[in-house]
């Protein structure tokens, strides 16, 4: 948060870009700030998954996402295979909301208890 904070203070205080180098620091510092508003979100809802006990599960399939997929990025709310069928999205993360077209849009239940293991597929 204090590195966002830092980012957008630079951009306030920047005037307007006068020179190619001024132009194109101010287009990464922009582009690092909305990374880390992407980064930051992505923690709140991982928090909020774990609390309501729905972390560690597909939102496209709902299967069990591998132990080893969320153990090398605690973020991600995808299985492989549901990310495979995303569209692309410039990055590395898919576009909230966006499903993939495999999932099926029927049955969104909650889950009933939290899991205390993670099965690795």
Known sequence: MQQLA??????????TPTD??????HEVTKKLAVAARHALADIEET????????????RGCHTEIPIHLLQAIPTTQWCLNCRRH???SGGSRPPRGQLPRSASRGDRG??????ETLACR
């Open 6 to 15: 830092e980012l957008e203070d630079e951009i306030d205080r920047s005037a």
């Open 110 to 115: 909650e889950l009933s208890a939290p899991r």
């Open 20 to 25: 190619a180098a001024d132009t194109a620091r």
């Open 47 to 58: 928090f909020t998954l774990i609390t309501t006990g729905r972390y560690g599960r597909c």
């Open 86 to 88: 995303l569209p692309a």
